[in-house]
Nanobody
């Protein structure tokens, strides 16, 4: 069963940038479509964007133009480059494959605050 480990979160001021990483176990990562999600306490986890195995990307409207998803199949890693961060981007960020089996990693906390 594939597992994902997210990293790269932290505290950043509004307008700042962060790059999150998500590394997968297993050796079939290149076949996966991958997505990033985020969750605020008390709210449902929401989809942020995705990257298909062929590299095509799609984003939710609120992050389009600010966030970029990329992948390095040689490292079994997908990235989420976040720029022009806003306080409303504060959340725990998760990655998972599409479709997923309901198993989630620990996520990485992103806090945008002055």
């Amino acid at each position: 069963q594939v597992q994902f480990v997210e990293s790269g979160g932290g505290l950043v001021e509004p307008g700042g940038s962060l790059r999150l990483s998500c590394t997968a176990t297993g050796n079939t990562f290149g076949d996966y479509h991958m997505a990033w999600y985020r969750q605020v306490p008390g709210k449902q986890r929401e989809w942020v964007g995705q990257i298909m195995s062929g590299g095509a990307t799609t984003y939710r409207f609120s992050v389009k133009g600010r966030f970029t998803i990329s992948r390095d199949n040689t490292k079994s890693t997908v990235y989420l480059q976040m720029t022009s961060l806003k306080p409303e981007d504060t959340a725990v960020y998760y990655c998972n494959k599409l479709p997923n089996d309901g198993t989630w990693g620990q996520g990485t906390q992103v806090t945008v605050s002055s």
